[in-house]
Nanobody, 123 residues
Framework: VQLVVSGGGLVQAGGPLGLSCAAAERTFGIAYMAWFRQAPGQAREFVAAVSWRSGSTWYADSVKGRFTISRDNAKNTIYLQMNNLTPEDTAVYSC?????????????????WGQGTQVTVSS
């Protein structure tokens, strides 16, 4: 499954920004999709995940209450709405998809990855 990420850019602290991740083909078999991020010199970090079937969501504590992940099955797309951004949110954001359950925060359990997009939050 090819994943295409859109969005990202430069935003001031406190501002909003949205990302989208579209599957370029049928998502049959996809169980979960997620967003990860990686800041310079740091390990990849789980941000949020969504169940493709039920729409249930999971968040990292660092973004809970500020970020919202959602999916549009008809468009084969997931979204990440980021509000009240801080400089600590600056990172390259990537989306990922998996066909099975497991530990949703473990990046090595995801089979498909989209390209990263830079999100920079200025103070």
């Amino acid at each position: 499954v090819q994943l295409v990420v859109s969005g990202g850019g430069l935003v001031q602290a406190g501002g909003p920004l949205g990302l989208s991740c579209a599957a370029a083909e049928r998502t049959f078999g996809i169980a979960y999709m997620a967003w990860f991020r990686q800041a310079p010199g740091q390990a990849r970090e789980f941000v949020a995940a969504v169940s493709w079937r039920s729409g249930s969501t999971w968040y990292a504590d660092s973004v809970k209450g500020r970020f919202t992940i959602s999916r549009d099955n008809a468009k084969n797309t997931i979204y990440l709405q980021m509000n009240n951004l801080t400089p600590e949110d600056t990172a390259v954001y990537s989306c990922a998809a998996r066909t099975n359950g497991g530990t949703l925060s473990q990046s090595n359990e995801y089979r498909y990855w989209g390209q990263g997009t830079q999100v920079t939050v200025s103070s």
